[in-house]
Every structure is written in C-alpha cells, then in structure tokens.
C-alpha cells in the first residue's frame, strides 16, 4: 500500500497539482470574470430578467440568424454578463453581453474564470476529449492515493498535531500529513464526484445498450441536463415569439424561482422551440427543471420537474461537486480545502525527491530519473503558481489581457517557460 500510494501519487501528481489549483480558484470564477470586466456594472438581481433575454435574442437574430441553436446563460448576482454560445460554420463560438443595453461586449474581452474553469477538467491545449480522459486518470489515481494513504498511515491523527519545523523529510511528511487529514472528507468527496460527473464519458457501454438508438440517448440526456436535441427545421421562416414573455411565464410557474438558461433552437423557423431551464443557484441537486415552449406559438410542449432517485443521486453528486449552490461562506470552504489539497499533492511531490536525494550516493549528481522529478515539480509547482499570480498581476495592473488568446497564451507561456 505504501508503495502504491507513492507510485500513483507521483505519476499523477503534476497534472493534479494543476487540477486542484486551478479548480481551487474556479470556486470564484463569476466573481474573477466580473472583476476582470470593470467597465460593465454590477448586475441588480432585482432586474427583470424578461427584458435582459429579449435584448440578447434581439441582437442574436442579427449575430448568428443562422446558427441551429443559441444556449443563453442569463446573469445573476454572481455573474454581471450574460453569455451566448451557438455552434458555427467551423466551431462553436461565444459572445459575451452588456444586460443593461444588451449591447455585445467586445472591449477588453477576456475569458476570465472560465479560462481556468475549462482548464481544471479539459487541461488547455488539448483536444477536449483527450483532456478530459487525462483528467479523469488523474482522478482515478488520486482516488487510489487517497484510500491507499488512509491505510498506510496508521497514526494519521495524532500525526495531524505533529509538526516538528526544519527537520527536512520529517517537516515535509508532516505538513504532507496535516493538509491531507486537514479535509479528508472533502478530498475523497471531491475526487468522487469529479470521476461522477464525467462518468457517460469514461464508461458508456451501459447507455449504449439501454438506449440503442439516436433519439433515445438524446432523451436520456435531456432528462440529465436541461440541453434539448436540434430538431430538423421546416424549412420555412416563421417569426420567434417574445422569449422575455416565456421567462416571466417560466418564472411564475416556478413560483418566484428564477430563470438560469434558455435554449433557442432553430430560431427564425415555423419548427422553433425555446427550452428554459430554472437556475441551480437555490438548491444543491443540479438536476434539470426545465420547460420547453413552442418558439412560434409560445404553447408548452414539455415540462422536466422533480426527478427520480438516480437522477436526483447524480444531481446531488454534481452540484456537491460544482458547489454552485453555496453561499459567499461556503464558497470560501471549498475553497481553502480544495487548497489544502493542492498543497497536499505539491508537498508529496517534494517528499518524494527530499526522501530520496538522502539515499542517492553523490547527491550532488542525480540520476537522470531523479532530475526529471525535479525538474517537472519546479515546472508544475512553482511554474504554474506563479503563472496564476502573474495573470491576476498583469490583469491588476492594467485590467486589460493579452492580446487574442490571452489567459491560455500567458499562463503556459510561463508555465513552460519557466
């Protein structure tokens, strides 16, 4: 088990380090893409949410009157914008939006926490599949590591009062120890329902079986997430009907709940549909209540509400996971634990080439395995870190970005770099 522990741990231990700190940060991603747009005010949540869909949809039916669907993400308290995303000739594309005018935003553009939001699951860079495939390895071990680290240490408690400062390996081993009791029910939680969240994606064979065709899967995914399938259009225009009027509609059949996301297929066509999906914000299970209207006639099609004990179980398991339903208080435990974590893995990557440079025979000439450890833990641990703080630098300074790909660009330039 020992052996375990360390093997998987240090294999996986880079790419984790860089889950767990950029996933540490991605607990206040609304409020660091608010604070990386200062020319756009604050979003009252007190505003009718109505008005802010119908001047996006307006501006749409101008941007992109051909693309087969817009997913609005509405503002809220959190998030003072509100974000279009449609698929286009050759990817999909996004567009970012003033409520108050629902004028584009296009100065001073930024990905702002999304950046290392996307980054803490897909790793930038990489073909989103394969990066996600990675992440989710790298959770397996960390899984592995976790229950193999329990076993091993059998004074892990009284070890969490330990600290004896300068001791070289021992100081590593106990800070390593501390951070890891410090939020041990969170790690395991965290790292469970991480691989949870992906799971369709690593192991697929059992929807593929139950639901053998087409349009039985996109039903079952529908029922898991508010995203409705693109029906084929008719083929001849028809006017949308008003989605601010849908909203408020949705809103009061939710009985004061508000909306979170609509969905716009085929708009401009008579086989329009709008889906409107109730915000996650006021409750811990993620998953879907949703309506679906009739885009040309504004008739309700189809209502998604309480759902059944397994898809209540993910959605639970996913918003624990997401933390979307926490308040300014908890959003802060998640995040100091989620550090703790990072600090966990970043001390064990150091006690592994602490405990070994005392056993090498001339520790002032490594072998080439030991100097490749090294080597990526100045890289991973120090390189990403201080990327991080440079970008939150660099934004500080100037509230600007970089230009064209400017949060992804800087950050690995200084990470590789480095």
Sequence with gaps: ????????????????????????VSYFREEISQWARPSVPAYADTTD??????????????????????????????QN???????????FETATFDPATGERITQRETRGGDFFYRFHFSLHYLPVLLGRW????????????????????????????????????????????????????FHLMITYTGLVTLMFLYMPWGVQAAYPTTEARAEFQSRLSAYVREA?????????????????????????????????INPGDAAAS??????????????????????????LRKEVGAAGPVTQTLGV??????????????????????????????TGLVLWTVKRRARLPDPTRPHLGFRLVERLNIASIAGLSVAMASFYGLCGCCRATWPGDPNGRFILFLLYGH
Excluded at 49 to 77: C, T
Excluded at 151 to 163: A, C, G, S
């Design 134 to 185: 990675i992440a989710g390895l790298c959770a397996m071990f960390m899984l592995v590591a976790i229950i193999s680290g329990i076993i091993t240490h059998k004074k892990i408690f009284r070890d969490f009062f330990t600290f004896r400062w300068g001791k070289g390996q021992r100081s590593w081993l106990d800070a390593h120890n501390a951070l890891s009791v410090l939020g041990l029910p």
């Design 232 to 264: 084929s259009p008719a083929g001849h225009a028809a006017p949308l009907i008003s989605v601010g009027e849908l909203t408020r509609h949705a809103e009061h059949h939710w009985q004061g709940q508000r909306a979170g996301t609509i969905q716009v």
């Design 81 to 91: 914008t509100a974000t279009v995303s449609w698929r286009g000739e050759k990817r």
């Design 1 to 24: 088990m020992s052996d375990l522990h360390i093997w998987v741990g240090l294999l996986a231990g880079w790419v984790l380090y860089a889950m767990f700190l950029t996933g540490s």
């Design 274 to 299: 709008v889906v409107i999906k109730r915000e996650d914000a006021a409750r811990i299970s993620f998953s879907p209540q949703y309506l679906v209207f009739d885009g040309v006639t504004g008739a």
């Design 317 to 346: 398991t996913y918003g624990l996971h997401l933390g979307r339903f926490a308040d300014i208080v908890t959003r802060w435990l998640y995040f100091l634990l989620s550090l703790a974590g990072t600090a966990m893995v970043g």
């Design 49 to 78: 949410r109505g008005v802010v869909a119908e001047k996006v949809v307006q501006h749409m039916q101008h941007i992109a009157p051909q693309a087969p669907s817009w997913f609005i993400a509405l503002p809220n308290g959190r």
